[in-house]
Protein backbone atom coordinates (compact mmCIF):
# COMPACT_ATOMS: atom_id res chain seq x y z
CA UNK A 1 0.00 0.00 0.00
CA UNK A 2 1.88 3.55 -1.22
CA UNK A 3 -0.07 6.81 -0.19
CA UNK A 4 -3.39 4.59 0.51
CA UNK A 5 -3.59 2.66 -2.91
CA UNK A 6 -3.44 -0.79 -2.84
CA UNK A 7 -1.39 -2.07 -5.96
CA UNK A 8 -0.54 -6.22 -5.71
CA UNK A 9 2.68 -7.42 -6.19
CA UNK A 10 1.72 -10.95 -7.40
CA UNK A 11 0.81 -14.16 -5.62
CA UNK A 12 2.79 -16.68 -3.76
CA UNK A 13 1.49 -20.24 -2.91
CA UNK A 14 1.38 -22.19 0.36
CA UNK A 15 5.17 -23.06 1.73
CA UNK A 16 6.58 -21.96 -1.46
CA UNK A 17 9.51 -18.54 -1.61
CA UNK A 18 9.49 -16.17 -4.58
CA UNK A 19 10.17 -12.54 -5.22
CA UNK A 20 9.39 -9.14 -6.20
CA UNK A 21 10.82 -6.40 -7.73
CA UNK A 22 9.48 -2.86 -7.70
CA UNK A 23 11.15 -0.29 -9.11
CA UNK A 24 12.62 2.95 -7.33
CA UNK A 25 9.81 5.29 -9.25
CA UNK A 26 6.72 3.00 -8.46
CA UNK A 27 7.92 3.90 -4.70
CA UNK A 28 8.89 7.02 -4.61
CA UNK A 29 11.08 9.50 -3.18
CA UNK A 30 11.27 9.24 0.79
CA UNK A 31 7.08 8.45 0.73
CA UNK A 32 6.93 5.04 3.60
CA UNK A 33 4.88 2.29 2.48
CA UNK A 34 3.21 -0.99 3.98
CA UNK A 35 2.87 -4.25 2.64
CA UNK A 36 -0.31 -6.30 3.28
CA UNK A 37 -1.13 -9.77 3.27
CA UNK A 38 -4.13 -11.02 2.19
CA UNK A 39 -4.52 -14.69 2.66
CA UNK A 40 -7.06 -16.37 0.11
CA UNK A 41 -10.34 -17.67 2.02
CA UNK A 42 -9.30 -16.09 4.98
CA UNK A 43 -11.31 -13.24 6.47
CA UNK A 44 -7.48 -12.27 8.59
CA UNK A 45 -5.09 -10.48 6.70
CA UNK A 46 -1.66 -8.60 7.80
CA UNK A 47 -0.46 -4.92 7.04
CA UNK A 48 3.46 -4.18 7.84
CA UNK A 49 4.04 -1.23 9.72
CA UNK A 50 4.88 1.62 7.56
CA UNK A 51 8.28 1.17 5.54
CA UNK A 52 10.62 3.78 4.20
CA UNK A 53 12.94 2.39 1.02
CA UNK A 54 15.84 3.51 -0.82
CA UNK A 55 17.34 2.53 -3.45
CA UNK A 56 18.65 -1.42 -3.16
CA UNK A 57 16.61 -1.70 0.19
CA UNK A 58 15.39 -5.20 -0.13
CA UNK A 59 11.91 -6.29 1.97
CA UNK A 60 12.09 -10.10 3.77
CA UNK A 61 8.18 -10.63 4.22
CA UNK A 62 7.79 -14.13 6.02
CA UNK A 63 4.17 -15.45 6.47
CA UNK A 64 3.68 -18.38 8.80
CA UNK A 65 0.37 -20.20 9.21
CA UNK A 66 -0.45 -18.25 12.30
CA UNK A 67 -0.84 -14.97 10.62
CA UNK A 68 -0.37 -12.52 13.56
CA UNK A 69 3.30 -14.33 13.81
CA UNK A 70 4.25 -13.03 10.29
CA UNK A 71 7.26 -10.61 10.21
CA UNK A 72 9.06 -8.38 7.83
CA UNK A 73 12.63 -7.10 7.50
CA UNK A 74 13.65 -4.38 5.79
CA UNK A 75 17.54 -4.71 4.62
Avoid: C, D, W
Amino acid sequence: MHNGQRERLGLVTAQSKTSFSVSYGRVGNSSPLALLVSPIGSRRGYVTERLLLRPGSEVALTVTPLIRQTSVSVY
